[in-house]
């Protein structure tokens, strides 16, 4: 009998879903905000996991930007191009100071490992842990630019750019363990949360981590704060109540001494 609860309790632990991922539903108005001011910082990493549903289409991932303002004359942006390929661009009085994309086709319905790093040795965008050939329409690979590069910037989001012409744009798809650092991580860093899906220890430097796993897959995602980071800093808010969803990884929080 007791063998029999035990395998009975294991198969239930099987069966529960996997939480840690929101799903931002194609043609919606889903994002979130309230993810943060990181203007004093002068180089860093984006990273996190990215499952698009869509292509041929513009999805951004991470925009700092002045929130008086609404629009994208100042700013930073961590997206995917219409062109399929994963772009960053940082915008100074209205012109880019550094405008640049990479090599990998982002397909739909496939997994990714996305970063961009800068510091003062320059830029790099990274797929899966391997960097990209990149693209310069403005700048080039040594280019210094981020977060304190335009001025005003007070406010972040997750899921959403507005662009100065009107146009905005959303995620269609699937985010999950989103993450700011202050410094640039090294590609042997990149390597190891690639390759532990989210269970490493890369905690130096990490200002912000959103791993998307409040709620089991199935649950809408509303209320203030309801976007957990787990360094404590920078809870985000949901609007348009994006959906949970199961991860295709399983992470865990991060411990610090």
Known sequence: ??????????LLILAMPCFGALNFVPGSTQY???TGDHSSDTEGTICGW???????ATQNFFWHKDASAGNYDNGVLFGVKDSNYLHFQVKVGGSFSLNCYGSTTINAA???????TVDSNGNK???NAQEETETYLTGDAATQAWFNSPSGQDASEIGRISHTSGSVYYMDGILFDVRIYNRALSQTEIGIIYSQHGNDGIIYGLVSRWQMNEKKSGSICSGAGAVKSTTGANDGTPAGNPVYASSPVVSTDPIFN
């Open 1 to 10: 009998m007791k063998k029999l609860i035990i395998t009975i309790l294991a």
């Open 32 to 34: 979130v905000t309230g």
């Open 50 to 56: 990215i499952i698009r549903e869509s292509i041929n």
């Open 110 to 116: 496939t997994l990714y490992f996305v970063a961009v």
């Open 125 to 127: 965008l990274w797929v």
